[in-house]
Structure formats: C-alpha cells, structure tokens
C-alpha cells in the first residue's frame, strides 16, 4: 500500500494537513504519515521531499507543553512518525538532529514523563540518535542527564530500566555527557542497584548488575568525572568501588579493577592509591585467577598494576610488595590481552638497575619473551616484548642479563626491532644493542652477524628520513662493532666512511660531532 500512496501523490496534501487546527485530523494524519513511512524508502523520501519532518517538529514543539491526554496521544503519534520516517538512516537521524529535534523531545520527555507511553518513545528516539556522533554536542546542551537520572529513580521494572540503560551508554562515551550525569547522581543509583543485585542468581538481576556496573567504569573514563568522584582518595564512591575487589562476584571483581585502572590515569591518584594498599588487594585478586582464572579480571587487574606503576616513586614500593612476582605467575598465559598487559606491567616496573637484573637473568622469562617476539598475529605482544627485551638491557647494564638473552635467541628480534617504524622503538633496540656491543661483544658476535646488523646500520644511516637520534645511536653502535674482527670486515666491506663523512655537515650537532668521531675512528682502524 505504501508506494501506491507515493505514485497517486499523496504525500505533499498529508503533509499540508499537519498544518491543520482539528486534533482528529492531525491525530490520523500523523498515524498515515508514519505508517507510509514504516520501513519505506520511497514513503520516507517523498515525505522528506514534502518537508513532513519538519513541521512535525514544529508541532512538537507548539504542543509541547499541553498535557490534556488528547494532546500526548497526538504527541506519542508525531514520535512515533518521527522514528517511523528515520529508523536505521543516519543521513534522516542526522536530518532531524540539524532540526533541532533533541532539546524538543528532551523538554517534552522533562514535561510528560508521567505519560508511559510517551515516555518511552522519547527513550527509543533518544537510543537511535545517541548512536551519532553529531548528536552528542546537541545532547549535551540539554538537561537530558538530569531528565534521565530522575526517570531512573523512579524505575522499579527491570524492562524500563533496561531502556533508560540502552539510552545512557551511548551518551556516557561523551565527556561532557558524563560530568552533567554524576552531578546528576547517575552514579549514586547505580551504586544501589549493585547493592541490590550483587547476591540475585535471577537473569534480570545479573544482566543489570553488569549493565550499571559498565556503566559506572564508563563514567570514570572522563577525566572531570573521575577526579570529582575521586575526590582526592576519599570520595564515598571511590571507597565502594574499592569494596568490590575482594567479592566473589567476577562482574563487580572486573568493574572494581577496571575501575581502580580509570582512577589510576594520572600520578596524584596512583601515588595515594599505592600508599593506601591498593596494590594489596590487586595481588590479592589476580592470585584467586591464576589457575582457570577469569581472563577479563587477570586483564582488568594487570591494567590496573601498570597504570599504578607510571610514577617513578610508585616503582620501589610496587617492587617490594611483591608485584612481579604476582605477574610472573600468569606467563604461561595462552591469551594475548592478558599477555599484553603483563609484559605492560614488567616493563614499567624495571627502571630500577636491580630489578631489571633480576628479572633479565630470569630464564623462563626471557625465554617467553623471544617466543612472543615471534607473535606476528599479535602486533602489540610482540611489540612490549622487543620493548621489554631491550629494558632488561638498558636498565640492568649487566653482562649476566645480556648472556642469558643471546642464549635465548633474543639477539635477532632487538636487530629487528631497530628497523621498526616506531622512532622509539628503534632507539630502544639501538641503545640496547650498543650496550650488548660494549660489554658482551664476543658471546653475541654470531648472533649480530647472522641477523645483518652492520647492513641494517648502513642503510638507517644512508637513509634521509631516518630520525636524527637512530642516525647518531647508529654511528655510537658502529664504533662499538670495531672490537669484533668479522664485524669490523663487515663494516669496511660496506664502505660506511661515505655515508658517515657526509653527516659531518648534519644540521644537528650532536649527529655532526658524533659523525665526525665515527670518522676517525673509522679511518684509524681502516
């Protein structure tokens, strides 16, 4: 029936009618509009065409503030027409969204939120156009966090709180979004309903125990937001959160470590949360999911460790509980985010020169290491372990860490590593193997041939685009190569005085002076 409609021209003296005084007539009109438009692309467009979407709008918003039933059951059905005529079509939402539909059906939700049925198609409008982004802005200069907070309150079904859920998410992921709903006690209602749900074996407790626990964790991804419900370490609900570590629900142990690890984002918040026993209770709950643990509780707990160990002072304290230790057990770890995050953890624990030397003559460690620098399906395992790999060397300057990592086939992956397209990276794997060069040349001699260092370092240093500090930690590793004999040929076979000689006018010093020592000692020993 719908296309007929569209072919006999129908559409543009609908829309006219929408115009019309009679209530009745607006009442059906509205009902014919949007059934036209029902999963309609011809309906929708021809109604588009006739500018239906917008006076429906406008008379959205003259009748606002009526609230005779008559007047919301003409109100629910201009929704619905809306919905009908936009559904599942970003360029229509985005349409209405430029009308300025969202603060008209934010004060008609704000004035009718008695009216059930109106309500809820304000919240099924409202779940559609959350999912765009250029909805966020529009939403946030309303006061939807306040009108849904307050809805919220007054929910007891678990079906109407699961719609306000659907609507909530979404808007949660935008900053400002999530400031206006903590000062709108969003977070003191999902506290309760935690309180509530946490020991209900019933399918609908459990699902909103894990929705409004999300949602608390998606809160705190804000940065106003957390530090207002950080409120310096003592905030009522920082503590509750705190609360739900040591529980033996999985959900609220996941939402409280990933919790911790939002909280955990700058180093005022990490240095009380260590000096208050935080760590404790982290090692407390990765040490109940070593063995057939929950994976998403291991990742959400290391996240939270290695997030805590970013201040340097954090690091000594973090060490002496006994944090590496705790993470060593979760090596044989077979998932890659867990992985990830331990090898994160390990490496921001090792500034310190004792701890790096412990862990780098750590055989099953650095053994587990080369294996992950293999990971190829996982860029990110394999990335922390070259990363971690080259700090056992820089922080433990230690000949003994150096020997075990040539023993374990490490040798090659930190060559590799200083082609890598990260600048970082690279001047990691360079200082690293400088250090090699310097104190345990003769054990890794094979291993850097057979893995080309000496022609990866003619080409970085041949190479314009290469940074200037790989250009000069390259030209500090090719003056250490000098004491190896098959090196040395190596390296005068490749004719490295023309490349080097020509840094010598480099714009930066410290590549033109190094580039001028390198040269000397070049034709010295040639």
Not at 125 to 142: D, I, V
Request: hydrophobic share 45%; proline share 2%; charged share 25%.
């Amino acid at each position: 029936m719908r296309i007929p409609c569209v072919d006999a021209g129908l559409i543009s003296p609908l829309v006219q009618l929408l115009n019309s005084k009679d209530q009745e007539v607006l009442l059906q009109t509205g009902r014919a509009l949007g059934n036209i438009c029902y999963d309609s692309h011809e309906g929708r467009s021809a109604v588009d065409q006739a500018g239906g979407a917008q006076i429906v709008i406008d008379r959205l918003r003259s009748l606002c503030s009526i609230t005779d039933p008559a007047n919301e059951k003409l109100l629910t059905v201009f929704c619905g027409m809306l919905m009908n005529y936009s559904n599942e079509n970003d360029s229509l939402q985005a349409q209405l969204i430029n009308m300025g539909v969202i603060p008209t059906l934010v004060k008609l939700l704000g004035i009718h939120c008695q009216n059930a049925a109106l309500t809820e198609m304000c919240l099924v409008a409202f779940g559609n156009l959350a999912e765009l982004e250029s909805s966020k802005e529009q939403f946030a200069s309303t006061n939807i966090a306040e009108e849904l907070v307050k809805l919220f309150k007054k929910q007891i079904e678990h079906d109407k709180r699961e719609m306000i859920f659907e609507v909530l998410a979404p808007l949660a992921e935008n900053d400002a979004i999530k400031l206006q709903l903590v000062e709108a006690g969003l977070v003191e209602c999902l506290l309760e309903i935690v309180q509530q749900k946490v020991d209900s074996d019933k399918e609908d407790d459990i699902t909103e125990l894990k929705t409004g626990s999300d949602l608390m964790v998606l809160l705190l991804l804000g940065d106003e937001s957390m530090q207002k419900l950080f409120e310096g370490g003592k905030g009522s609900v920082f503590q509750r959160v705190l609360s739900w570590i040591p529980s033996n629900n999985h959900q609220l142990q996941l939402a409280g470590a990933l919790a911790i690890a939002n909280f955990a984002r700058n180093d005022g918040n990490c240095i009380h949360m260590v000096d208050n026993g935080i760590v404790e209770k982290l090692m407390d709950l990765l040490d109940r999911h070593v063995e057939d643990g929950n994976v998403t509780v291991q990742h959400a707990a290391l996240s939270a460790l290695r997030n805590l160990a970013i201040p340097v002072i954090n690091k000594a304290k973090m060490l002496s509980a006994g944090v590496t230790e705790t993470v060593l057990k979760f090596l044989k770890s077979e998932m890659p985010p867990v992985q990830f995050k331990l090898l994160g953890t390990l490496r921001m624990l090792i500034d310190a020169q004792e701890a790096a030397e412990q862990l780098g003559k750590n055989v099953k460690l650095v053994e587990r290491l080369v294996e992950w620098c293999e990971a190829k399906d996982h860029a990110g395992v394999m990335g922390e372990s070259n990363r971690l790999l080259s700090a056992l060397i820089r922080h433990s300057k230690s000949k003994d860490v150096i020997k075990t990592i040539v023993q374990s086939g490490g040798i090659k992956h930190l060559v590799t590593m200083a082609t890598s397209e990260h600048v970082i990276m690279q001047n990691e794997a360079l200082v690293a193997l400088a250090l090699i060069a310097a104190l345990e040349l003769g054990t890794a001699e094979k291993d850097l041939e057979s893995a080309k260092l000496v022609q990866i370092l003619h080409r970085l240093l041949a190479d314009e685009r290469s940074a200037p500090e790989i250009k000069y930690n390259s030209m500090v590793l090719i003056c250490a190569l000098m004491g190896s004999e098959s090196l040395h040929k190596e390296v005068q076979d490749l004719a490295f005085l023309d490349v080097v000689s020509k840094l010598r006018s480099h714009e930066n010093k410290s590549v033109a002076q190094q580039a001028s020592l390198t040269e000397q000692r070049l034709t010295v020993e040639s």
